[in-house]
């Protein structure tokens, strides 16, 4: 069955330090892994997937991921934090079926001046 | 195209009443899903289409009815409301989850449901 897990429900930076929200995942297919963003009160908004190719995936507002299968990994990073930045992340995977998304409990990202 | 919609924004539900949450699509995707979101559990699926007439049930499916007459509506049906549904919930819709590049899933702004 396919899973996600994010690691560090809340993670604190400076403004202009690295972000680094990790997330693993358990698939019995090969995955397609997306990461989401979703800012106070707000829907999500789709930050970067991976479906096959380059295993490194750039997305909006700077961000990237790596797609780690002997990790079983795609952590999401980015090189410097900006106010702007202050959200909620999610991390998914599509299921089984390919039809829907499975996604991780979410991890808040805050970010100080 | 208005993408995804949701109606409504905001309901407030008397434990056992009844409710239809609408999502409608102008997208012509195949697929739509219905989730919901909780403050420390991420998004659950639901229940989930792959076309009309076809649903399928998802991780939290118990409590909850869905139809799929037309490719352009999926709605949700709260037969009997609980305090344990009260959340926000999303719909989303794709073409499909796969290789070929329509692999994103657009979500629609959400509905607040609180069940007192």
């Known amino acids: 069955a396919q899973s996600v897990t994010q690691l560090g429900s809340h993670v604190s930076v400076s403004e202009g330090a690295l972000v680094l929200l990790r997330c693993n995942y358990s698939?019995?297919?090969?995955?397609?892994l997306f990461w989401y963003v979703q800012y106070p009160n707000q829907g999500l908004q789709l930050l970067l997937k991976?479906?096959?190719?380059?295993?490194l995936v750039k997305g909006i507002n700077g961000f990237e991921a790596e797609f780690k299968k002997s990790e079983t990994s795609f952590h999401l990073t980015k090189p410097s934090a900006h106010m702007s930045d202050a959200a909620e992340y999610f991390c998914?995977?599509?299921?089984?079926?390919?039809?829907?998304?499975?996604f991780g409990k979410g991890t808040t990202l805050s970010v100080s001046s | 195209n208005a993408g995804v919609t949701q109606t409504p924004k905001f309901q407030v539900l008397k434990t056992g009443q009844s409710m239809t949450l609408q999502c409608a699509q102008d997208?012509?995707?195949?697929?739509m899903s219905w989730y919901r979101q909780d403050p420390g559990m991420g998004l659950r699926l639901i229940h989930y289409?792959?076309?009309?007439?076809?649903?399928d049930q998802g991780e939290v499916p118990n409590g909850y009815n869905v139809s799929r007459s037309t490719t352009e509506d999926f709605p949700l049906r709260l037969l009997s409301a609980a305090p344990s549904q009260t959340s926000v919930y999303f719909c989303?819709?794709?073409?499909?989850?796969?290789?070929?590049?329509?692999?994103?899933?657009?979500f629609g702004p959400g509905t607040r449901l609180t069940v007192t």
């Open positions: 989303a819709s794709s073409y499909s989850i796969d290789s070929n590049g329509h692999s994103e899933q657009y």
């Open positions: 997208m012509n995707h195949e697929y």
């Open positions: 698939s019995s297919v090969p995955p397609y």
């Open positions: 991976y479906t096959t190719g380059a295993t």
């Open positions: 289409s792959v076309g009309a007439g076809i649903t």
């Open positions: 998914a995977v599509s299921n089984q079926a390919g039809t829907a998304l499975i």
